[in-house]
């Protein structure tokens, strides 16, 4: 931490929600979510009224309507509960949420825009210039490799061995297991990696089927799903002649690994970026087959006839259609695997 001499606070701001820190302080369930608006008793000066305390979802901001007679941003609500500086408070996010050191500091040149370590008494943070236009992230840049491993996971979780039936093999090649603290808390931890080999984030699939308010999987603030390819850089050494399956999650993708088949991709949910169309583009060519088999669901049906088309348009398709509704690739076994991808399904 000692590195980052000036935090980018905007970047900070644009990389977390105010969802999201309401879990971190696990008051979420606290709260009514009522269009773009979440509901629920003031934790900064710990209130009981149930409406008094407001997030704007849209806004990411929050107001007290009560004592704390104000609110802010996602920043000024950590220097609230936590008491502290809004340095201290972006240091704080920064760990809290695995948020990427460089990409959160401003750079020498841009030094002066952002707030010194320690900040003069007097200075105010509302007060500060407005040429301050370090822009937030663009949404297609690409995610920074992490400069951590979460190391201490629990590989023979049941949640993973009995619940999802994957063997030791799969679990220990996709270097998956529960995590008991930091920020993916009792979740279990998934590496994603991109095309290179490089860990880009960690997924948090909540064990079992979370209560309401609580998402089954957590990726970390400002991480970019759609610029990736979750085992693309596995995928990618399998034999050119072999299809490449598309599948949705990231457990469908395991079990298939888990069935024999090595190239399998997941999209991390029923639509193709355009960013995910071009690694696929770079990674085929005009002989290239590729089979996209979605959920058997409403999302699936629609995502896979949009998939085809954009793909269809360098490489051959094939679109698998599963015989009952609602049936996942999870679901296959060795057999009908083999069989899909050797094309007889
Ligand atoms: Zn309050």
Request: with cysteine.
């Amino acid at each position: 931490m000692s590195k980052t001499k000036f935090v980018d606070f905007k970047a900070i701001k644009a990389a977390i929600t105010m969802e999201q820190l309401l879990q971190h302080y696990g008051i979420m369930d606290q709260f009514k979510r009522t269009g773009e608006s979440l509901n629920g008793p003031c934790p900064i000066h710990k209130g009981s009224n149930p409406t008094q305390f407001r997030v704007s979802t849209s806004k990411n901001l929050w107001n007290c309507f009560s004592d704390c007679e104000h609110g802010g941003n996602a920043l000024d609500f950590i220097c609230k509960m936590e008491k502290c500086s809004i340095h201290a408070a972006a240091l704080k996010a920064i760990e809290w949420f695995n948020l990427d050191h460089e990409a959160m500091a401003v750079s020498d040149e841009n030094a002066e825009a952002a707030e010194p370590k320690t900040p003069a008494p007097a200075a105010k943070p509302a007060a500060r210039p407005a040429a301050a236009p370090k822009a937030a992230p663009e949404s297609n840049a690409p995610n920074m490799p992490l400069k951590f491993r979460l190391d201490i996971l629990e590989r023979s979780h049941p949640y993973l061995t009995e619940q999802r039936g994957l063997t030791p093999e799969t679990i220990i090649d996709f270097g998956i297991g529960y995590c008991a603290k930091g920020m993916m808390a009792n979740r279990i931890a998934i590496p994603i990696h991109n095309a290179k080999g490089e860990v880009v984030a960690y997924a948090g699939r909540f064990v079992g089927e979370p209560p309401e308010g609580t998402p089954k999987y957590k990726l970390p603030p400002g991480f970019r799903k759609s610029q990736e390819l979750f085992n693309i850089d596995r995928a990618i050494k399998e034999p050119a002649e072999k299809p490449l399956l598309i599948v949705e999650g990231f457990f469908d993708a395991m079990k298939i690994h888990d069935h024999g088949y090595r190239k399998v991709v997941a999209l991390m949910g029923s639509t193709l970026s355009s960013t995910q169309e071009e690694l696929i583009r770079q990674h085929t060519t005009s002989d290239s087959h590729v089979i996209v088999m979605l959920d058997e669901n409403e999302a699936g049906k629609a995502g896979r006839e949009d998939i085809a088309c954009r793909l269809s348009k360098f490489c051959f398709v094939r679109v698998h259609q599963f015989p009952r509704p609602d049936m996942e690739p999870e679901h296959l076994t060795d057999e009908e695997v083999a069989d899909i991808v050797e094309g007889h399904q």
